[in-house]
Structures are given as C-alpha cells and as structure tokens.
C-alpha cells in the first residue's frame, strides 16, 4: 500500500509502516497539517495487525527543520492557546509499536522534539541537531527541555537549549541523543534493515519492552521494576515466549505470529 497525503507519503513495506516527510521546498518544516496527517498514520499503523513497526524519515537536506515558523510567527498567545497542537504530539507518545527514525540533514526544533519521540534513532553521518528556538525568541514546545534533559544530561541540554547551537550526528551519539550513525549515501536502507530486524521480533514483547523503557521517565526505580516484572510475567502468556524458549532449546529459529 502507498499513500499520499500532500504532506507525506506512506508506504507499507514487509511489515514495515514508513512515513515520509515531505515537504522538501521547507525542510520538512513541520506544519499543522502535516502533524495531523503523521499522527494519523502513526496511529493507523499501530491499530494495524499487519505492522510490526514504523519507520518516520525526511530526505537527504533534512528530517525536519523544526516547526514551521510561517504558522507561528504572528500568532497570538490566545491563538496558540486555542490550537492545542501539543494535544496531537502526545498521541505521539501513546504509539505502542517502536518507531525507527531516519534522519539526514537538519534535526532542529520541533524536528528534533520529534526525533526524540522516536525509540531507535539512526542518522546519517553529518546529520546536524538543534534546539535553536531560543534564537528566534521562544523555547521548546514540545518536550524538547525534558526530553533532551533526559537523553543528555543536565549540562549539555542547557548548552543546547541556551545557546541553540547545532551538533553533527558524532557528537549526538557520543551525547546518547541518538543511537547510532551511518553512511549517508544509505541511511534509508540500513534504518529500513534495524526494522526488518524488529519486524522478526516477538511483536507483543517489543511493545511491552518499548513500554517498560519508557516507564523510567516517569517512574521511580522501585515502580519501574515492579512494571517491568508484571510485563514479563504477562508475556507467559503468549505463544511467542512458549514458541521463542522452545526454539532455542530445539536450536531452530523461532517464528513469531503476535500471540
Ligand atoms: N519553518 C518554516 N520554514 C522553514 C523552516 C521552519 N522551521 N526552516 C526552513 N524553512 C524554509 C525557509 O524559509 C526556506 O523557504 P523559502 O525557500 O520559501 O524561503 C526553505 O525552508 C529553505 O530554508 P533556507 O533557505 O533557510 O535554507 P538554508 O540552507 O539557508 O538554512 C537552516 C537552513 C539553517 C535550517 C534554516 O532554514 C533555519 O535556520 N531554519 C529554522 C530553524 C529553526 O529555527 N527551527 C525551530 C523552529 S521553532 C520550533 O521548532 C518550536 C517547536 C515547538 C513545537 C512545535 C509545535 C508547533
């Protein structure tokens, strides 16, 4: 299936839900309606049995360079207020399969808030990063000073956010904001590989994995652990563990179906 909704483009690849990106003229800067055609998709995506995970890309100039600014530039406070947009990045956040992003090119603002909603973040040797809201007047709205304080560090998020300088895709991944850089002539091809590779997984447990790693942002350890092992007891429920153990004491690959 491939479909095109101006301001992106998906396609269902081998299990695999991808969500382009496209508004090559604006360096994917991210409107309004392309926020509600990528949550809408992600959600599609999640509510479909045959996807396994999703993969959020841009093009080679850029992943996204942020909100758009032609929106915002002369909005009131009211205006913004009353828009709610904030409202559609979290449904982001209730997205149960992993989400793989690709990314090239530039990686600010917003884009950047999206990356990092993201759960295995690959860039392309280059790729450059940055908050650099604080350089045109505002901060980050969409999680960037909690999410980034996380990812990297007290120190280095305020670096960032304050100065709203840009980092090259090395240092991003020294920082921990990313999980891993690629050449870039194929960046596409090798994030498309970490989803096959997902896609052969247990699909309930890399749910339940993806949601147990993001309890530790909202939980205390003892909370978290305990999450983390009610999780792990649910998956005895499933055929994938019975299927995944026996397998490996058969010495055969397992063959996961979702149950
Ligand atoms: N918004 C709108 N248009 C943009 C944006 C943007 N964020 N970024 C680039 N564009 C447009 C440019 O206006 C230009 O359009 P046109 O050709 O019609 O003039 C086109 O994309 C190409 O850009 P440039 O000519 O500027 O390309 P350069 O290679 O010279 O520069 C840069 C690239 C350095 C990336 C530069 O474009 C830039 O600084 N962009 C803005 C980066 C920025 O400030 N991002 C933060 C935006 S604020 C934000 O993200 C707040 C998040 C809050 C949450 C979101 C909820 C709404």
């Known amino acids: 299936m491939t479909g095109m909704a101006n301001e992106i483009i998906t396609e269902i690849k081998n299990g695999i839900g991808v969500v ?18 990528l949550v809408a998709a992600l959600e599609e995506f999640d509510a479909d049995p045959d996807i396994r995970c999703m993969l959020i890309t841009g093009n080679d100039r850029a992943f996204a360079a942020g909100a758009d600014i032609g929106e915002m530039a002369e909005a009131s406070m009211i205006e913004m207020y009353e828009r709610n947009q904030f409202e559609r990045w979290e449904r982001i956040k209730r997205v149960r399969k992993p989400i793989v992003a690709a990314a090239s090119g ?3 603002g917003g884009g950047c808030e999206l990356l990092m909603n993201c759960d295995i973040i690959i860039a392309a040797e280059g790729t450059m990063f940055g908050q650099p809201e604080i350089n045109i007047g505002v901060i980050p709205g969409a999680g960037g ?9 007290k120190a280095r998020a305020m670096d960032l956010i304050l100065t709203g300088r840009m980092i090259v895709a ?17 960046f596409f091809e090798e994030s498309l590989k970490v989803c096959q590779e997902l896609a052969s997984k247990a699909p309930i447990a890399l749910r339940l994995a993806k949601e147990a790693v993001l309890k530790a942002f909202d939980m205390t350890l003892n909370e978290g ?15 994938d563990q019975k299927e995944g153990m026996r397998a490996f004491q058969e010495k055969r690959r397992a063959v996961f179906v979702g149950r």
């Open 20 to 37: 382009r990106l496209n508004r090559p003229d604006k360096l994917n800067a991210l409107n309004i309606e392309l926020m509600k055609q």
């Open 106 to 108: 530039y990686v600010l």
């Open 145 to 153: 000073t909690q999410r980034l304080t996380r990812a990297v560090g």
């Open 170 to 186: 090395d240092e991003a991944l020294q920082m921990g904001l990313i999980s891993r850089v690629v050449p870039r002539e194929h």
């Open 225 to 239: 652990l305990e999450h983390e092992r009610k999780l792990f007891y649910m998956l005895f429920g499933t055929d």
